[in-house]
């Protein structure tokens, strides 16, 4: 069965730093473009990165360039989302997914999606 399982959120100070993984059960990465993307309460969700499935093409909104650092290990069929310089605004629930093709997912395009994982930025 197909699973994407986020981790690596929790509380950090800002300025600070956190890691996200996104670890893919029941697929493998090659073919499938991986976004991360975030949902603050009374907002709506917003794509925050993408990285395609065999090239490794990364995508970025402004909002996050130069900040955020999306990869990828094939291998153990895991896509990371390091974040740097921690705002309050990043607060959110992220959430991986991944959508098969040449394409990165959008908010509502037929994505396979992971539980998510909250991210606090807060001092």
């Known amino acids: 069965q197909v699973q994407l399982v986020e981790s690596g959120g929790g509380l950090v100070q800002p300025g600070g730093s956190l890691r996200l993984s996104c670890a893919a059960s029941g697929f493998t990465l090659d073919y499938y473009h991986i976004g991360w993307f975030r949902q603050a309460p009374g907002k709506e969700r917003e794509g925050v990165s993408c990285i395609s499935g065999s090239k490794g093409y990364t995508f970025y909104p402004d909002s996050v360039k130069g900040r955020f650092t999306i990869s990828r290990d094939n291998a153990k069929n895991t896509v990371y989302l390091q974040m740097n310089s921690l705002k309050p605004d990043d607060t959110a629930v992220y959430y991986c997914?991944?959508?098969?093709?040449?394409?990165?997912?959008?908010?509502?395009?037929?994505?396979?999606w992971g539980q998510g994982t909250q991210v606090t930025v807060s001092s």
């Open positions: 997914a991944a959508r098969p093709g040449i394409t990165c997912p959008t908010r509502d395009s037929n994505n396979y």
